[in-house]
């Protein structure tokens, strides 16, 4: 049985236009996102892997080979078991810089655009002849089932017609391939699973034709045992470990998959579902191959091994059967050379065609990349056509897959030092892939090419045929050793350059990309003013808004160390459109530095510890013990009680610790990277001031908080280089502290209160007495008022009443003022007279029984004021002088002068008391302690004096003796300066 190659052909255009119609849908939603996102359609996706080489190709080489045909499968299974250390790292490396293909992984990971453009010649080299052997399988299958009509350059090129089309289609709608292509994902999964279907159905009629079912095909094979020999035995001796190295780097260096796996990963824990569910897809496909091949052997079809598939389902009659049969192999080739191209284009756009035309500013930049990708999309095909038409088609279908495996693989040293060997180097991946590539083109490309033996000297004698596995592990062997070894050599001999270390770190996740210096812009739009010049105002302005959104960034963000992620975006985004080495080149030339700046560590130290707290690296030895260290250090910051801030040069924000996001109530996201000015009021003016003040300590600023009055104490530290040395200039990096003290304001005036609330207790008496004098003298006066008559006598009385009762007045005043509590709501330091303050409290003090035969001198000037609450500087010389007139006889004297400086006042209260003794000087100012009697005493004066005079930014100091105690007190100065020698 034939067919007719018109309906086989047009059976081949209706199912690429299914292909089509699938891809469109996915596209514009008209399949449910649940369905083409979930983790089978990528896992299916990834059966891009198995092409015509496997639908066709696996029946003859494992006619040939025996069970070798397994390593093809069993190298990508391993690949796939190893995802967690090998391909998610590469996933993480791919999503975070926005490397699209394997060309840029290599790019970045050297910082070297020549590296781009040998992989990326390698790759073409190496996927040119399987695209020629898709193109060659499908005109043979074409030929096989019609035996008849066209030439087969003339199917081919029909063909190559159709794929191109649709891979320009779906595979170029974006300018840059770092967009996700939904529809042509799902569609490729729909090739895997009518593969998967057709070979399927093809085995199970096979089997029940020539075996009559599985029960039949076992008894086949119990009286054949010479056929699972001739499987087995080529295994014995067979190049195992060289053919499961070519898959297994296969299984994920291939443009192919290396589009498949990362580019197109939609979410990373889809990787890990594809870590064992696709080697299950090519298990299955791997089960279906003996049973086709052993029916074949029975059915003796008119076909070579490598196409049974198609001779098979012409055997069972049933022309639906062989166009299924056809359409699997139609959707092997399709799906390799679509997503192969769609690869290949961008490789070549970034690392040949745009660094060798440059890039100039463009009205529609992305519409010229759009089509100039479209444009090398068709020239690789066509390129692969011409191939097709120039290599010998002799071998099987696996010998010219072999050819591009065994390229591919030379990109395995590479990878393994991307991954885990930091120290090598651009020249030494160079070196290394020159010498690989140079032993494959010699031994197994230009064989083929031009049917000239190349193999003696690696020890093949002329009779071994290119393109058998004797040859690939030869080849194999020899190309790997000398690639390694120069790789390790060159490295060795060569040092990388600052940016090579740089992305070596990255790709072994042991820091971030960290900016260096102050950005020149000063927000997104002036990114754009500075990218227009490169890329065109439209292009410029669409990729700042796309890192703007990535990001979540306001338009109007001015943080810089927002500004340097909104740079480090743009240049992932821009990688992702032109590759890794011509991004960096744009940002760093367009988006530039001031290199001197000494910021960048301090403005990165939070991101450096976010990476660190992210990474899923492991830390071993020092490296564990140092970020132990630092974690128990920044675990202290995190749990102290106060509130902590690290300010920048400039004044930037870089920490922000949860007390003080309590006492704000400004969170961290809010604050990290703006300017002290920038915080809300109160705030941002009070941390301003405090930073640019002279003092490194404020005590007790009061502060309205959420209406209600707070007092705070706010301390700061400028921050020592490395070394011990300190900054000098102010601009350097400034911790400052913010500690609560309202409470203990609060309770601190409380027990002022109560001191003075005792002080009037004590007082009581000589108030008792000192109105009863004016009581009995208004009492005799208005008795002598009552029997005057003479109008002039009346006067005098009522005037003498007038003046007792007003000195009456003036005691309860002087109790009222000074017994008066509470809190007050707005603090106010005023300039209050020093020698009415003194002569108010000796007033007071006189009200004392033991206090009123004492002498008081108030020596103090009445120029001399000094800053302060009125109040509470009367509660100081109150209890100073109360202290001395407790310690004096009656014959005691109490004096309180002063002398004045620039800017402060010096007094001193002195008396000719006992004195203090000398093992009580050091706990006097303890609160609650007291050398006075009990009951006598209640410990809070000289405390409460100490802590008013130090709240008003003075000093206390205290000295006695036997001849009498002397308490200095320095207050601030609140007159003009005065004359030297003034007292």
């Not at 514009?28 to 190709?57: D, E, F, I, M, N």
Request: net charge neutral.
């Amino acid at each position: 049985m034939t067919l007719d190659l018109a309906p086989l052909f047009v059976s081949a255009l209706l199912y690429l236009l299914l292909l089509f119609v699938i891809a469109h849908a996915t596209e514009q939603r008209w399949l449910p996102v649940r369905l083409t996102r979930h983790p089978a359609v990528y896992v299916l996706s990834l059966g891009v892997y198995a092409t015509t080489w496997s639908y066709y190709g696996s029946v003859g080489f494992a006619k040939d080979q025996g069970l070798l045909y397994l390593t093809i499968y069993l190298g990508v299974t391993l690949a796939f078991v190893l995802a967690p250390v090998l391909l998610m790292p590469i996933l993480r490396l791919t999503r975070t810089y926005q490397l699209t293909s394997v060309a840029d992984l290599f790019a970045f990971r050297f910082n070297s655009q020549a590296s781009g453009v040998l992989v990326t010649v390698l790759m073409i080299a190496g996927v040119l002849p399987y695209i020629a052997l898709q193109i060659r399988a499908v005109t043979e299958s074409t030929v096989v089932l019609t035996e008849h009509g066209s030439a087969p350059q003339v199917l081919a090129f029909w063909f190559v017609l159709l794929v191109t089309i649709f891979t320009i289609i779906f595979g170029a709608r974006h300018a840059s391939p770092r967009e996700k292509h939904e529809g042509l994902v799902t569609a490729i999964a729909f090739e895997s699973l009518m593969k998967l279907l057709a070979l399927f159905i093809v085995a199970v009629v096979a089997v029940w034709q020539a075996f009559g079912g599985l029960r039949g095909m076992h008894d086949w094979l119990e009286d054949n045992p010479e056929v699972v020999t001739a499987l087995y035995q080529p295994a014995l001796e067979g190049p195992w470990a060289s053919l499961l190295i070519l898959a297994f780097a296969a299984g994920f260096l291939l443009p192919r998959q290396f589009q498949m796996i990362f580019t197109e990963n939609m979410k990373p824990r889809h990787l890990l579902t594809a870590s064992w569910a696709f080697p299950l897809f090519l298990l299955a496909l791997t089960l279906l191959i003996p049973p086709i091949l052993w029916a074949g052997m029975v059915l003796q079809p008119n076909t070579s091994p490598d196409y049974y598939v198609l001779g098979l389902s012409l055997l069972s009659g049933s022309p639906s059967l062989a166009v299924l049969a056809y359409l699997g192999g139609i959707s092997a080739a399709s799906a390799m050379i679509v997503v192969t191209t769609l690869a290949i284009s961008s490789m070549v756009l970034n690392h040949l065609v745009l660094p060798l035309a440059g890039l100039q500013p463009h009205r529609d930049l992305y519409g010229a990349l759009r089509w100039l990708r479209r444009v090398i999309i068709a020239v690789i095909i066509t390129a692969g056509y011409g191939f097709y038409l120039i290599m010998e088609p002799t071998g099987g279908l696996v010998g010219w897959g072999l050819i591009s495996f065994l390229a591919i693989v030379q990109l395995l040293p590479g990878v393994i030092a991307v991954l885990f060997w930091s120290r090598a180097t651009a020249g030494g991946f160079i070196a290394g892939l020159l010498g690989g590539m140079m032993v494959w083109a010699f031994a197994v490309l230009l064989p083929p090419l031009s049917g000239s033996d190349a193999m003696t000297w690696m020890g093949l004698s002329p009779s071994d045929a290119a393109g058998t596995p004797e040859v690939y592990q030869t080849a194999t062997f020899w190309s790997l050793s000398l690639n390694t070894f120069l790789l390790v050599l060159i490295s060795l001999l060569s040092r990388p350059d600052p940016q090579e270390r740089e992305a070596a770190a990255a790709c072994r996740e042991l820091a971030p990309l960290l900016p260096a210096g102050d950005l020149r812009a000063r927000s997104p739009q002036q990114f754009v003013e500075q990218l227009s010049s490169v890329m065109g105002s439209r292009a410029a302005l669409a990729e700042v808004r796309k890192a703007t959104r990535d990001l979540g960034m306001d338009w109007d963000e001015n943080r810089p160390n927002h500004l340097y992620g909104l740079r480090s975006q743009i240049q992932r985004n821009i990688s992702g459109m032109m590759g890794p080495v011509l991004a960096r080149m744009i940002v760093d030339e367009r988006l530039r530095v001031d290199n001197e700046s000494h910021t960048a560590l301090t403005q990165n130290v939070r991101l450096i510890e976010e990476r660190l707290e992210t990474s899923r690296t492991r830390l071993r030895g020092l490296a564990a013990e140092l970020d132990r260290l630092r974690r128990y250090h920044r675990q202290i910051i995190e749990d102290l009680p106060l509130g902590v801030c690290a300010v920048a040069q400039g004044g930037r924000l870089v920490r922000w610790n949860p007390a003080i996001v309590r006492l704000t109530g400004i969170p961290v996201t809010a604050v990290l990277g703006r300017r002290l000015e920038e915080l809300p009021a109160p705030w941002g003016p009070l941390l301003n001031a405090f930073l640019a003040a002279e003092t490194d300590n404020w005590h007790k600023q009061s502060l309205e908080s959420e209406g209600r009055q707070r007092w705070y104490s706010l301390h700061k530290a400028r921050v020592e280089e490395p070394g011990g040395r300190q900054r000098n200039d102010k601009s350097g990096e400034t911790v400052l502290l913010l500690e609560d003290l309202t409470d203990v304001q609060r309770l601190e005036r409380e027990l002022a209160h109560s001191e003075r609330l005792a002080s009037i207790g004590r007082l009581a008496a000589g108030v008792a007495h000192e109105i009863g004098n004016p009581v009995t003298g208004i009492t005799c006066l208005a008795q002598e008022l009552r029997d005057q008559t003479d109008p002039d006598e009346v006067q005098a009385y009522a005037d003498d009443i007038l003046t007792q009762a007003q000195r009456i007045n003036n005691i309860v005043q002087s109790l009222v003022r000074y017994a008066h509590g509470g809190e007050r709501q707005i603090r106010q330091e005023t300039a209050v007279d020093l020698h009415d303050t003194v002569a108010e409290a000796m007033r007071l003090t006189m009200l004392s029984r033991r206090a009123r035969h004492l002498r008081f001198e108030n020596l103090v000037p009445v120029s001399h004021q000094v800053l302060g609450e009125p109040q509470q500087l009367l509660q100081v010389f109150v209890n100073l002088l109360t202290n001395g007139a407790d310690a004096c006889d009656e014959n005691g004297r109490i004096q309180v002068r002063s002398s004045a400086t620039m800017d402060w006042l010096d007094v001193e209260v002195i008396d000719n008391g006992s004195g203090i003794p000398n093992e009580a000087m050091d706990r006097i100012l303890e609160p609650f302690y007291t050398t006075k009697p009990p009951g006598q005493g209640t410990g809070l004066g000289l405390p409460l004096v100490y802590n008013i005079v130090r709240d008003c930014g003075g000093d206390l100091r205290i000295a006695s003796d036997l001849q009498g105690t002397t308490v200095h007190v320095r207050l601030r100065r609140a007159a003009l300066p005065i004359a030297v020698g003034e007292t």
